[in-house]
């Protein structure tokens, strides 16, 4: 291994934000890109001075080039376990986006796969360096909290289906709707706070009341296209350590207009939390305790986040601690073990919502 990780990125859509982040990490390059389309691989390319003989249409013919050593695949969902295999045979670490895979069973080939290879498969969860989120999981690493008993996490947009007959609304490419496209990113968060309990077992509910009726989408393509996932859904998790879990997610709901609420919320023994968002991009959060010199007096701590704004944060970061793991040995904060648990929850989610009653989750 060179001082440098030489990474490349397949598939160029949220990718270029991985593109981007190994061109800013003082560790890594961006030695090559990745995409089917190729006004995207052009577009991209040349935007972000990736030279013309380092950009491929096909990714086989990208991970036979000896000079890379890690790829982010960052394609339409049920592409990520054929293209994470083959670059694992391939002899790369990978960054994966979310979600890992479209199933639980995809999910441990592929890390069945990248032990057999001896290579580092990381999640990319890059909501956990939010600076409100960020400050929390210090605090969690502090021990403020003591045992996090309960937590409760959400993302409901009021009207925000992808667009109509994206692949995102199909269930056979996305794996499912909301909670596996935009609920694994609140999960997460409170499963990282939590320490990433296993659970145990899942109960839930998936709605599709709007998608089917072409409506709250982003965009509407005239043709008649097939919507076969949910645009709400809603569960509850318990785990081996005793601690539960509430989860919500919705693309679209009657409710106030434009609303986007993104919240998880902590309920630990020696203090609690809050971090709630009414748009996506502010950062709020409260801490909650008892006062040391007055221990009947509830108070709330609402930190000043100025020095975390200026951390490098989202994408970036996750990329520049993916090449800090392969490049200096540093451990991976979310392994694809992680990806694996919330698919998991989701999956039995959807399980219990066709079954209609909890279902058990053995541990991986
Ligand atoms: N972490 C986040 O915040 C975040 C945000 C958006 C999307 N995502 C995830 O990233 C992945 C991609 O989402 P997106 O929004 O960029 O989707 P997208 O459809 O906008 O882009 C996907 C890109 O992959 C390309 N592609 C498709 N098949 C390919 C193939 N066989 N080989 C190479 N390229 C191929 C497409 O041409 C397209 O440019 C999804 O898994 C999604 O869940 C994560």
Redesign the pocket.
């Known amino acids: 291994m060179t001082t440098k990780l030489r990474a490349a990125v ?6 270029w934000s991985h593109l981007t982040g190994y061109q800013a990490s003082p560790i890594s390059d961006c030695v090559a890109i ?4 190729p006004t ?1 691989l052009q577009e991209r390319g040349e935007k972000f001075n990736i030279p013309a003989a380092a950009r491929f ?3 086989r013919e990208l991970l036979s080039q000896p000079n890379i050593d890690a790829v982010s695949v ?4 049920f ?2 376990e054929p ?1 994470v295999m083959a670059a694992l045979q391939a002899g790369k670490h990978v960054l994966c ?3 890992l895979a479209t199933t639980v069973a995809a999910g441990q080939r592929m890390i069945a796969a990248a032990k057999a290879a001896n290579r580092l498969l990381m999640v ?4 956990r360096y939010r600076p409100d989120v960020y400050w929390l999981k210090e605090q969690a690493r502090a021990g403020t909290f003591g045992h996090i008993y309960a937590a409760k996490a959400g993302w409901m947009r009021e009207g925000w289906i992808p667009t109509h007959g ?3 609304t199909q269930k056979d490419k ?1 794996g499912g709707g909301v909670l596996i ?1 935009l609920g694994v ?1 609140a999960l997460d968060l409170a499963l990282w706070l939590m320490d990433y309990p296993q659970p145990i077992s899942v109960t839930g509910t998936a709605f599709a009341e709007f998608g089917p009726r072409a409506q709250k989408h982003r965009a509407i393509d005239p043709a008649p296209v097939n919507f076969d996932v949910e645009d709400m859904g809603m569960g509850f998790v318990r785990f081996a350590n005793g601690s539960v879990l509430s989860l919500e997610a919705s693309w679209a709901a009657h409710r106030e207009p434009q609303q986007d609420d993104y919240y998880v919320r902590l309920f630990g023994r020696e203090a609690g939390a809050n971090v709630f968002t009414r748009k996506y991009s502010e950062h709020i959060v409260e801490l909650y305790k008892l006062d040391e010199q007055q221990p009947r007096q509830p108070i709330t701590i609402t930190p000043d986040l100025t020095a975390y704004e200026s951390l490098r944060r ?2 970036h970061a996750v990329v520049h601690h993916f090449a800090d793991c392969v490049v200096n040995g540093a451990t991976p904060e979310s392994p694809a073990e992680h990806g694996l648990i919330g698919l998991q929850i989701v999956e039995g989610i959807y399980r219990s919502s066709q079954l209609g009653g909890e279902i058990r989750v053995s541990s991986q």
């Open positions: 397949i598939g160029i859509g949220v990718g990745c995409d089917a389309n995207i249409t096909d990714y960052c394609v339409p969902n592409l990520h293209i986006e979310k979600p990319c969860y890059n909501h994206a692949w995102f996305a496209d990113h989202g994408h």
